[in-house]
């Protein structure tokens, strides 16, 4: 499960059209029966060519992801970020552990005393709570619960 | 864990998502597929679709990039301790600026953590996020004098894991 982060990586060669579909479709995708055909008439492209950009953009992991994102919170589930102080000489076993768990939906090594950041994704806000607990009792390490307590506005605005 | 916002979703919709959450199918027709996959016709799928999203269950329907691969290779949780009067005040202002991805009000757990707001600030390098948190500290503090007490910045060194989640097939 570890992939060391990759800081230039085989950089994958994006044009000017792959640009901004991907700037175009971090908003709204079309809630319609042929929605690349809307994409492609706005981008002066062929339907054919927005899906097969779109391939190639996922199949390169340019793209992690494409459909709906859903909130949890939304339909009972919950999140919660979480952080622990993890010796260094211990940092591996700490860090497979950890993964281990199901519930933990993204993991990142961190620069500071708590150096390691995850997040906890659970079908009922009880589930948060056990799992930190369990995480404990694996570890022998304290978990820091930073439950989200107000979300504020953001725009999706990284543009490619 | 304060996370909770009520709601719920039914047998189909549950269906939907376990359909769709790894991703829509790339084809003309995607939304044709997942309906015939979860077992509704076309049209109740798009009314669905539209219901969870005008409910918040579906935040967005759209491509997520890979901020490195799209060159974004810094990221920095830029954490700031502010006056509890006006945190929300402030995590607005800052939630809008340029090179926030997220934005949220987090408790604090003292003595370790003084921070109660949090921004994920993503650049090109290292330096051009330091410089963008050093640019949100100082409109922070014309904006909001004296609000911002401490601040930090902690940069992420590895990905340990990255699955996002995953939820079971209907029981």
């Known amino acids: 499960m570890t992939d060391t982060m990759k800081r230039s990586g085989a950089p994958v ?31 002066g492209l062929a339907e054919d060519q927005v899906i097969a950009r779109m391939r190639r953009l996922l199949d390169a992991r340019v793209l992690t992801r494409f459909g709906p994102m ?76 930073f439950p989200k307590e107000r979300e504020y506005f953001v725009e999706m605005k990284l543009e490619a | ?28 027709r995607p ?23 005008d409910r918040g269950v579906i935040r967005r329907i759209g491509a997520v990039p890979n901020h490195y691969a799209i060159g974004y290779t810094a990221n920095g949780m ?13 995590g607005e202002f800052v939630g809008a600026l340029e090179g926030v991805t997220h934005c949220y009000r987090r408790p604090r757990r003292l003595p370790e953590w003084p921070y109660n707001l949090f921004a994920m600030v993503h650049g090109r390098n290292r330096e051009a996020v330091e410089r963008q948190i050093g640019e949100i500290a100082a409109r922070i503090g014309e904006r909001f004098p004296g609000a911002c007490r401490e601040r ?13 989640l995953r939820l079971g097939a209907p029981g």
């Open chain 1, 13 to 43: 060669e994006l044009d000017a059209t792959d640009r901004a579909l991907i700037n175009a479709l971090q908003g709204d995708f079309p809630l319609t029966r042929e929605p690349f055909a809307e994409v492609a008439a706005a981008f």
């Open chain 1, 70 to 145: 859903f909130q949890i919170e939304r339909i009972g589930g919950a999140f919660c970020l979480a952080a622990m102080r993890v010796p260094e000489t211990d940092f591996e076993r700490v860090a497979a552990a950890v993964n281990a768990f199901p519930e933990v939906a993204h993991n990142y090594r961190r620069e500071h005393a708590l150096n390691m950041w995850f997040v906890l994704a659970t079908e009922t806000p009880a589930g948060i709570e056990d799992t930190a607990a369990r995480i404990e009792a694996t570890t022998g390490l304290p978990v820091f619960r």
């Open chain 2, 1 to 28: 864990m304060g996370e909770r916002q009520g709601g719920t979703v039914d047998d189909v919709e549950r269906r939907i998502i376990v359909a769709t959450q790894a991703g829509l199918p790339l084809v003309a």
């Open chain 2, 31 to 53: 939304w044709d597929e997942v309906a015939a996959s979860v077992g509704v016709g076309v049209d109740e799928l798009l009314a669905r679709v539209r219901s969870m999203l």
């Open chain 2, 78 to 90: 830029s954490v700031w301790d502010i006056d509890d009067a006006r945190v929300d005040a402030v």
């Open chain 2, 152 to 164: 930090d910045v902690l940069f992420s060194s590895a990905i340990l894991k990255k699955t996002g």
